[in-house]
Nanobody
């Protein structure tokens, strides 16, 4: 069984910073893409940032230039450094990972797993 555990959420004022962490635990062969998504109240789930298997970085337009995503493959972890936070960044942030089980035979043989979510609130 695979578990993604997030940490680092909280309440901050506009302009401040937070760092989110997510670690994947369990018994699996490998992890492909990992990413962060968020869902604000009454809004759809949106991509915040992702690290592709090629190590290419993707960012949502709303966070470009303010957020930085990084990954430590040796620790099955992904991080999100969030700077210059705005009230519109308020949301539940979810970690995701494309996990390949033992015996996976090709690049499509993965399951996407999600963390439980961590709340980020930006308010003065």
């Amino acid at each position: 069984q695979v578990q993604l555990v997030e940490s680092g959420g909280g309440s901050v004022q506009p302009g401040e910073s937070l760092t989110l962490s997510c670690v994947a635990g369990g018994n699996f062969l490998n992890i492909g893409q990992m990413g962060w998504y968020r869902q604000g109240s009454g809004k759809q789930l949106e991509l915040v940032a992702a690290v592709l298997p090629s190590d290419e970085l993707l960012y949502g337009d709303a966070v470009k230039g303010r957020f930085t995503v990084s990954r430590d493959k040796t620790k099955n972890s992904i991080y999100l450094q969030m700077n210059s936070l705005k009230p519109e960044d308020t949301a539940v942030y979810y970690c995701s990972a494309n996990v390949f089980p033992w015996g996976a035979s090709d690049s499509t043989s993965f399951t996407t797993h999600w963390g439980q979510g961590t709340q980020v609130t930006v308010s003065s």
